[in-house]
């Protein structure tokens, strides 16, 4: 059974900080990993997609890597910004099914 | 880019009363969408997937007969919370594929805020 888990649960950091948010897998046979953004009382907002064939994306001052036999992804934020403030969360969807397994997320709050 | 509308974004019923959530898929067709349940400060839960023209499949745990699902249109699937009671406030979202690819992912709508008092 698939199990995603993110750390750290929760990051403070002053504005203008690279960092770097981790999620790990435990299933290697992945279909697609995903990372959203979940402001608070809203819903999700895709931020990055790779594929099981991709080792990284980038979108902005973010970048994505996968390594699928490792199990892990991490989502790279450069010169963060007190509008990066939110939860981020990790979903992998494996070959089996339409599912996607979501980590518990990572609290994100940017100190201006 | 594909985009998924939920409706409405709050809803304040009555303990007893029954309760509809819309999601459309806006600018593409859905044969599957997903029903997901969010508590304060945790993950996302699913709770069935929606097929189009058939039978909902529920989540081990989620009763069937309470969260009634129907997706009658390949654009349309709505939950009815039926007999609502103050421990079905919550926050439900779904989400969709556009495609089936390993380059679609999931797109969410904006989620509902259900309050029962």
């Known amino acids: 059974k698939q199990e995603v888990t993110q750390i750290p649960a929760a990051l403070s950091v002053p504005e203008g900080e690279n960092l770097v948010l981790n999620c790990s897998f435990t299933d290697s046979a992945i279909y697609n990993l995903q990372w959203f953004r979940q402001d608070p009382g809203k819903g999700l907002t895709s931020l990055l997609l790779i594929q099981s064939s991709q080792r990284e994306q980038t979108s902005g001052r973010l970048n994505a890597s996968l390594d699928k036999s490792s199990g892990r992804s991490t989502l790279y934020i450069a010169a963060s910004q007190p509008g990066d403030s939110a939860t981020y969360l990790c979903a992998v969807k494996g070959n089996r099914d339409d599912k996607i397994i979501f980590g518990k997320g990572t609290r994100l709050h940017i100190l201006p | ?117």
């Open chain 2, 1 to 117: 880019g594909a985009v998924v509308s939920q409706h409405p974004s709050w809803v304040i019923c009555k303990s007893g009363t029954s309760v509809k959530i819309e999601c459309r898929s806006l600018d593409f067709q859905a044969t599957t969408m997903f029903w997901y349940r969010q508590f304060p400060k945790q993950s996302l839960m699913l709770m069935a997937t929606s097929n189009e023209g058939s039978k909902a499949t529920y989540e081990q745990g989620v009763e069937k007969d309470k969260f009634l699902i129907n997706h009658a249109s390949l654009t349309l699937s709505t939950l009815t919370v039926t007999s609502a009671h103050p421990e079905d406030s919550s926050f439900y979202i779904c989400s969709a594929r556009a495609g089936t690819g390993g380059a679609y992912g999931y797109t969410f709508g904006s989620g509902t805020r259900l309050t029962v008092v």
